[in-house]
């Protein structure tokens, strides 16, 4: 595996300064440009409205600031987990050859490796495919493009992810084989705490490895399947963002979504072994029966048919028309918070977060790729669970040592066993994960990022009013009456978003959490950081952006 094990600054001209006009980067000149295009003094003054080359010097040189910026960045040390090796059973290798036990073809892998060490159109191409019209790898080249504002997206760094044989791992994938057991089960039942609900419950506080929320030192029915950011805890498991109409223009849009059936795959070997070879399996989608999303299926549905930042822009638009006074909805540092007499809307405005939310989506989504294809390389939650099934019934004690015991051992593969006649991972979609390796999921860090920019530009401690939840029959909202309505704010309920999300993700059988969670959140948050802060010097309104991040510490770009 590359893994770019370069310490210290980049190639190139190691000590430059960030803030000195007359530095040069790869050669470039840093003084502004004059009427002739000579590099000539630098101009220390706000270019004006038509000051000509004084307002081209300040671009240029603000463009030079925010290049010295991500030169001078330190390139870190990228580390996996030290499980990429022979006969990668922790490796992503779908869509190549697989032999009978769901491993992949040595050779293959090795023109895989190869692709990603040198990679091209061409190198990718000859890599085989396991079967003749399987599906297409998701855009590994990606991973090696650039960008030009914000982070260098090989600059972002996301820890090792927990090995297979790890209690952390262990939690992880414990956790995912409950959320396939309860996809049918309404949010809003969670709190009632039926038996099934209860022994998930029981269960993931029994992992020793366990990484996500707990209520009393216990993970409890509330806490279940939550995310770990402020306002993860308070009011109901869905966010607001997801439930609200939007306004759109001259248009609502009602969050009811199309269904599909309450159908498993992928829980014979056959056809798992067909899946991990690349076959291309469909879903039925019911378009006549529509409901707002009310279980954990109607999540892993959303996040399977949504692009990547539509929760994000619809919370954007749900806030922007929700009627709040800006001086109570927009951040503290918005220029245009309190004016009478002018309003943002370029900048500081509606189509300023509108836009951003796009940006920083295309970034994250690079950055991501390059830990995913890279970095990581690392196994769906699908391949595991045939791993496990392999382990425990068809070649036993194959892969002795490689599987902690507390997953072995665990209550969830005992029932999904007894339902579906194997210890495969049910998958909520036919052709099971995308064709991409699992670590840092991309809906995750897609969230961090986007979350990001919206906390930049909102008030997050303004209080959401008149909260709602779907009826029972998920057909309309009704009024949500929970003592804790009256906390819901928009930086919860952001924070809040987000988690449903990601875990929407793992209700599917795609990704696994809580352990990554943070880990692929901060990638996006970076992200997101790094371009605000690329962005705020080139507005003549010199307003700031104010955020409290996902670890809890409040920063002002």
Same mark, same amino acid.
């Given at each position: ?120 159109? *061409?190198?990718?191409?000859? %890599? &085989?495919?396991?079967?003749? !019209?399987?599906? +297409?790898? #998701?855009?590994?080249?990606? =991973? ?35 959320? *396939?057991?309860?996809?049918? %089960? &309404?949010?809003?039942?969670? !709190?009632?705490? +039926?038996? #099934?609900?209860?022994?998930? =419950? ?356």
């Amino acid at each position: 595996m590359q893994n770019n094990a370069n310490r210290g600054r980049s190639a190139g001209p190691a000590d430059a300064i960030v803030d000195d006009p007359d530095t040069t980067v790869a050669g470039v000149a840093t003084t502004a440009p004059d009427r002739d295009g000579e590099a000539g003094t630098a101009v220390a003054v706000p270019a004006l409205a038509g000051s000509g080359f004084l307002r081209r010097g300040t671009g240029y040189r603000i463009r030079i600031r925010a290049a010295n910026r991500a030169y001078q960045s330190l390139f870190p040390r990228h580390r996996d987990n030290g499980e990429h090796e022979e006969p990668y059973l922790a490796s992503y290798s779908k869509g190549l050859p697989h032999d009978e036990h769901g491993e992949v073809d040595l050779d293959a892998y090795a023109l895989w490796d190869r692709a990603m060490t040198d990679p091209s159109v *061409a190198a990718f191409e000859r %890599v &085989p495919r396991g079967l003749r !019209d399987g599906r +297409p790898q #998701l855009n590994p080249l990606s =991973a090696f493009g650039l960008d030009i504002e914000g982070p260098d997206s090989h600059g972002l760094v996301c820890p090792p992810a927990p090995r297979m044989d790890s209690p952390e791992f262990a939690a992880e994938l414990g956790e995912v084989y409950w959320m *396939a057991l309860l996809r049918d %089960v &309404p949010f809003v039942e969670f !709190d009632d705490a +039926p038996a #099934l609900v209860r022994a998930a =419950a029981d269960e993931m506080s029994s992992f020793s490895g366990y990484a996500g929320p707990k209520q009393g030192g216990r993970v409890t029915p509330r806490s279940l399947f939550r995310g770990t950011s402020r306002g993860d805890l308070v009011g109901p498991f869905l966010s607001q963002f997801l439930l609200r109409d939007v306004r759109f223009g001259t248009h609502t849009i009602v969050q009811r979504q199309d269904t599909i059936e309450p159908v498993d795959y992928a829980t014979d070997f056959g056809e798992w072994l067909a899946v991990q070879r690349g076959a291309a399996r469909g879903v039925e989608r019911d378009y006549s029966t529509t409901r707002y999303i009310q279980t954990p299926r109607d999540l892993a549905h959303y996040v399977h048919f949504d692009q990547a930042y539509q929760a994000y822009l619809n919370a954007a638009l749900i806030l922007l028309s929700s009627g709040i006074p800006n001086s109570e909805l927009l951040d503290a540092g918005n220029p245009y918070r309190t004016t009478r007499g002018q309003t943002g809307f370029a900048t500081f405005g509606g189509p300023h977060v509108l836009t951003l939310l796009a940006e920083v989506d295309t970034r994250a989504l690079k950055a991501n790729l390059y830990q995913q294809f890279v970095v990581h390389r690392r196994a769906r939650p699908e391949a595991f669970g045939g791993r496990i099934e392999v382990q425990l019934s068809r070649d036993p004690g194959r892969y002795d040592g490689l599987i902690h015991r507390e997953l072995l051992e665990s209550g969830a593969l005992d029932r999904t066993r007894a339902k579906h006649g194997s210890y495969l991972l049910p998958q909520a979609l036919g052709m099971g994960s995308p064709m991409s390796p699992e670590y840092p999921a991309g809906h995750l860090v897609v969230a961090g990022a986007c979350v990001t920019v919206l906390k930049a530009f909102f008030n997050e401690s303004c209080p959401l009013p008149n909260p709602v939840v779907p009826d029972r029959a998920g057909t309309a909202l009704v009024p949500y009456t929970g003592s804790d309505a009256d906390r819901l704010t928009i930086g919860g309920e952001l924070n809040k978003l987000a988690a449903n999300i990601a875990a929407g993700r793992c209700m599917s059988g795609v990704h696994a959490r809580p352990g990554t969670y943070q880990e692929g959140i901060r990638v996006g948050e970076q992200v997101a950081i790094g371009i605000l802060r690329d962005q705020q010097p080139t507005t003549h309104e010199k307003g700031t952006f104010s955020l409290t991040t996902f670890d809890g510490d409040r920063i002002t770009i």
